[in-house]
């Protein structure tokens, strides 16, 4: 028996998308690559033995969107309320439904949708929460949201929320932990203001560009709310501040050629033909050193620069898998899913920030 | 000739356009059709083999089919680039076919070479490593069969559909065959370290570097980089003399980046802060081989009670004199970087610093000031302001350093200020950290701050047994640094409890250590308060007893844990076992007439 706090561990949630209209896929050879068993187990159909693969979930085509939010993203929202930091990010190759699971049909600009996404629910839920503890509380608590939107492209950052920004450079701060310097803070009153913004910046999104190298033509995006709470009891001011981070990663099928960002998704041993790679190869023997005091030169990716505190720092964290089922995209799935169980070894502590002022008259 | 004149001429345009379309066009290709420009060569390939199929009646059979052999291995690698592994083998397989009798000689040699790496990526592709491994050293000793046997450039293998005027000069013929091989060497560097041949894999990549300053154009960030990073391997292996090679060729290497004028004057701001970063991140694997040498050096020479043997350091003085240099100059020829240029200027900077093991105070001290340098020198780019957690893993280096150096002091007194600098400069640090987002560092700054301060405490208690008798300020001192450990590992202990503020019934792996440590050492240090109250005494070691108890219990209720507190459990419950006798005297000496 083992006991073991809720949250400790980054969940891992894996969703199949149906296959595109038009198309009928049966079992076996030709048409699907996997089966859901259950609500935590696939079995992927390779050669000669079939994968079962456990997760903390796994959604089935027939999977509602408003499921897939209760499962995933209600409990991080709550915690977030609680001072926790909390982060989501989807995860998956082009074609398997990150969008749709995050943001919602790709034709809608309308936050009422019912296919809506886990980002625009979030929103919803959040600003749910902030209402309900404002009415419980009076005048004694007040809440003050606000939220930043970045692009990681070609390990570049840009600000979403102001198309003009050239290159941000991240840092990180004593009190603060990591942010993005001079990214643009907008103030947030409600959940269609944030929606709101949200897709004002996807649209300022570098996806597919044509003006840089094709490989590098995909783009993380980081979507941040900070919630800032401050509660008055008698003289004692208590002020809460939580983080939650809404990410969606990059197409994985991306990530054949260039060492993975950020999240070391190393699959068997292609043999990188660039000599500009040199440091790499370099780098994994140092990484299987014996635990002996060393410094390593190539510094994370900004990827996991931003996100240090969601991998293994005091967060709780949820990984969205997307995979597509065709057979077609056998080796993707296969490499999703790897992807994702290795993710699950990934610990988290969560904390809970109090500072506890005097009376600040 | 194979082709009529003017014909000829006419084929070696289309080979070229071929070649620039694959290498130059292919670039610039739309995201939804990726290889577009791949198909347009492969078709124009395809087009020059027709042709030399054509004009093969009558052409010089041997000259025909190194022809073909290029064309093969041009198709093959456009292939393989296209994904289509079995077509792509297909040609590389008839190329290697085409040129098996003639691959010694110096217009095959290198294209020889040459499918042979490919055919080696195409295999670790296939996730057949095994395979790969055996096409590349194939070609590795191709290439010094050829360097012994003959040894002239060859010729490259786009010379074949060149005309006779645009022909390689001699020099870029051996840059280029030696460029074949650099990669030839650099595959196996990653064939082997997927087979987790590491020592060779770092081998092999040692050499890569060394050839790159040879040979090719190399960018010296870049270069320097890589080198500092492979002085870190070098260090996990305790190879010092390796990893000092590697740190001085980094830096030597470095300098001359700032030196070169860019291609616009004006470097941007951006550029300006990775060049300083660079130099930064050098430092700071400096300051790893310094801190590495230094506690290696502690363990040879620690006794059982981890402190200097001086018997074991006149052993090891009277070994070094014997054998350090013989050992030394045979390795050094296997290693050593650069020109005769850059080698003078390498062996210049590995003189600052020693190679060897220090066995006492005096080299000691030589190299943690080399280290102390270097950690001012990355201070100054990795700043608190923007830098948190690089920041405080420097500091927490510095603070490694004046702990392994205080190990080599004799003086107790000199000793405990060298730990009084580690509290000085972790201290402020701790006291500014939000434990929100810096858990982990927040949580090895505790545990280093309180360690410290026991360490501390302990001396003066070593400084304290050597006096008459204890006075008050001694006394005083004792019990406030025992008093600061105790708060530290409280603050650790605390920090493992869950929001509800509640100590987790079953610990952490990777807590589970640092956590039954803690309440160990908080457990004798109320065993070392020093009081004349009675009273106060006696409740020192109830509480005393209390910690001792929680690690016999918890060590019962989950005996996986003991593995992790050997030593620690073993006093414990000699402890638990003893102080309760104590305890009863000690009360009856408080109310005899019980």
Redesign the interface.
């Known amino acids: 028996y083992?006991?073991s706090?809720e949250g400790?561990a980054i969940k891992v949630y894996v969703r199949v998308r149906p296959p595109s209209e038009g198309t009928v896929l049966t079992d076996g050879d030709q048409g699907l690559c996997l089966s859901v068993l259950s609500s935590n187990t696939i079995r992927l159909h390779s050669k000669p033995e079939p994968k079962i693969f456990t997760f903390d979930y796994v959604a089935n085509m027939e999977t509602t969107q408003e499921s897939v939010f209760s499962s995933v993203a209600k409990n991080i929202v709550e915690s977030c309320m609680?001072g926790y930091?909390g982060t989501i990010f989807a995860y998956g190759q082009t074609g398997s439904g990150k969008t749709f699971t995050m943001m919602g049909p790709s034709d809608s600009d309308n936050f009422t949708h019912s296919l809506r996404g886990v980002i625009p629910r979030s929103f919803e839920y959040l600003f749910f929460l902030i209402e309900r503890e404002k009415e419980k509380a009076g005048s004694g608590k007040s809440f003050l949201c606000k939220c930043s939107f970045i692009e990681i492209y070609n390990e570049q950052i840009f600000d979403l929320l102001d198309s003009a920004s050239a290159?941000l450079f991240l840092?990180?701060?004593?009190?603060?932990?990591?942010f993005v310097?001079g990214a643009v803070e907008q103030v947030l009153s409600s959940a269609a203001e944030a929606y709101q913004v949200l897709t004002m910046g996807w649209r300022n999104r570098r996806v597919?560009s044509?003006s840089m190298?094709?490989e590098s033509?995909r783009s993380h995006a980081v979507f941040t709310i900070t919630v800032e709470s401050m509660e008055k009891n008698n003289e004692i001011v208590n002020i809460r501040?939580s983080l939650l981070n809404l990410v969606d990663l990059a197409g994985s099928e991306r990530q054949k050629d260039t060492h993975t960002e950020g999240l070391r998704l190393k699959e068997?041993?292609?043999?990188?033909?660039s000599?500009?790679c040199?440091?790499q190869?370099?780098?994994?023997?140092?990484d299987?050193?014996?635990g002996?005091?060393?410094?390593?030169?190539?510094?994370d990716s900004k990827l996991t620069f931003l996100l240090?505190?969601s991998l293994?720092?005091?967060a709780k964290t949820c990984i969205i898998a997307n995979v597509h089922p065709g057979s077609r995209c056998f080796g993707e799935t296969l490499s999703t899913l790897n992807f994702a169980q290795r993710a699950k070894l990934i610990?988290n502590?969560?904390?809970?920030?109090e500072d506890t002022q005097g009376d600040v008259s | 000739a194979v082709v009529a004149g003017g014909g000829w001429a006419a084929v070696c345009e289309k080979f070229r356009t071929a070649r620039t379309l694959s290498a130059v066009e292919s670039r610039k290709d739309p995201e939804t059709e990726p290889y577009r420009s791949k198909y347009s060569a492969r078709a124009l390939l395809q087009e020059v083999k027709q042709l030399l199929s054509a004009a093969e009646e009558g052409g010089e059979a041997r000259l025909v089919a190194v022809r073909r052999a290029v064309l093969e291995y041009e198709l093959g690698v456009n292939h393989t680039d296209t994904e289509e592994l079995s077509a792509g083998e297909e040609h590389l397989q008839r190329c290697t076919q085409l040129l098996e009798p003639h691959r010694l000689s110096p217009d095959c040699v290198s294209l020889y070479i040459q499918a042979q790496n490919n055919l080696g990526i195409l295999w670790s592709e296939r996730d057949e490593i095994k395979t790969a491994q055996t096409y590349l050293e194939s070609a590795e000793a191709l290439y010094n069969q050829y360097m012994k046997e003959d040894g002239n450039p060859p010729l490259d293998p786009s010379e074949h559909f060149m005309a006779e005027e645009e022909k390689l000069t001699d020099q870029e013929r051996s840059k280029r065959f030696e460029k074949a091989y650099t990669h030839t060497l650099y595959y196996l560097a990653q064939v082997y370290q997927h087979l987790e041949m590491i020592e060779k894999a770092a081998q092999y990549c040692h050499t890569t570097l060394k050839r790159q300053l040879e040979y090719c154009g190399y960018y010296p960030v870049e270069w320097a980089l890589n080198a500092a990073t492979l002085s870190q391997y070098y260090l996990s292996k305790q190879c010092f003399m390796e990893s000092r090679h590697c740190l001085a060729a980094a830096s030597v290497i470095f300098s001359q980046a700032g030196q070169v004028p860019s291609a616009e004057d004006n470097e941007s701001e951006q550029d300006q802060q990775d060049l300083r970063q660079r130099k930064a991140e050098i430092a700071r694997c400096w300051i790893k081989y310094c801190l590495n040498l230094l506690q290696s050096a502690r363990k040879l020479l620690e006794d059982n009670i981890g402190e200097l043997d001086p018997d074991r350091q006149l052993e090891l003085k009277a070994q070094r004199k014997k054998e350090e240099d013989e050992k030394e100059k045979g390795r050094k020829k296997a290693v050593l970087f650069g020109t005769s240029e850059i080698c003078d200027s390498v062996l210049a900077m590995e003189e600052k610093v020693s190679s060897v093991y220090p066995l006492d105070f005096q080299e000691a001290r030589e190299i943690f000031l080399v280290g102390q340098n270097y950690v001012q020198e990355a201070k100054e780019f990795f700043q608190v302001d923007g830098y948190v957690t690089d920041h405080i893993e420097i500091v927490q280096d510095h603070s490694a350093l004046f702990k392994v150096l205080a190990f080599f002091e004799e003086d107790y007194e000199r000793r405990c200020k060298m730990h009084k600098r580690r509290i000085d400069m972790l201290e402020p640090i701790y006291a500014d950290l939000n434990p929100q987002y810096y858990l982990l560092i927040s949580r090895q700054l505790q545990f280093e701050l309180a360690d410290t301060f026991y360490e501390m405490m302990d001396l003066k208690v070593a400084i304290g047994n050597r006096l008459e008798e204890l006075d008050s300020h001694t006394i005083k001192k004792i019990n406030s640094l025992a008093q600061l450990a105790i708060k530290y590992y409280e603050l650790f202990l605390d920090s493992l409890r869950n929001p509800d503020k509640v100590f987790p019934e079953e610990l952490e792996e990777d807590v589970l250590r640092p956590a039954m440590v803690a309440k160990f050492h908080i457990a004798r240090l109320y065993g070392k308060l020093i009081t004349s109250d009675s009273k106060k005494q006696l409740e020192n070691m109830q509480t005393s007893l209390e910690y001792y108890t929680f690690l016999v219990d918890y060590c019962e209720k989950y005996p996986a844990a003991v593995r992790a507190v050997e030593t620690e459990l073993e006093l414990s419950k000699e402890m638990v076992g003893l102080l309760p006798t104590r305890m009863e005297r000690l009360r009856a000496k408080l109310c005899p007439f019980i």
């Open positions: 083992s006991f706090v400790d609680n930091n290159g840092r990180e701060h004593i009190k603060k932990g990591v310097d597919a044509t190298n094709r033509s501040s068997a041993g292609n043999i990188n033909r000599l500009s040199l440091g190869v370099i780098t994994a023997l140092v299987v050193g014996n002996k005091q060393r410094h390593i030169c190539y510094r240090r505190d293994g720092g005091n610990k502590k969560a904390v809970v920030n």
